[in-house]
């Protein structure tokens, strides 16, 4: 008797989170973080405010969803920053991202 096997292979999902290899690197202290539903640390966020756009690595997490970033401190944005944007106005972080997306 053969039996035949058919492997089915799922499409590749897009790695869309944007993260450094170590957050740790861009502290200056030793935060305390606490489980977020939205981002982990290491996430590279994107910010546009009426001074300009911001790129920030996150260094530390709140219970409630807040981030503190290398750049801007403490806040509520939790937009993933996109590759281009990183390029565009961050672009040494380029060599400390885990995973670029091909």
């Not at 801007?72 to 993933?80: P, R, S």
Request: aromatic residues 6%.
């Amino acid at each position: 008797m053969i039996i035949q096997i058919k492997i089915l292979s799922l499409p590749k999902q897009k790695h869309n989170n944007m993260r450094v290899k170590d957050h740790k690197k861009f502290a200056y202290f030793h935060y305390i973080s606490q489980p977020n539903v939205n981002n982990v640390l290491g996430d590279i966020l994107y910010r546009s405010t009426e001074d300009g756009e911001e790129i920030g690595v996150i260094i530390q997490t709140y219970k409630e969803g807040d981030n503190r970033t290398d750049t801007w401190g403490n806040d509520d944005v939790t937009q993933l920053a996109t590759l281009e944007q990183i390029k565009r106005l961050r672009p040494e972080l380029l060599n400390e991202i885990l995973e670029i997306p091909q």
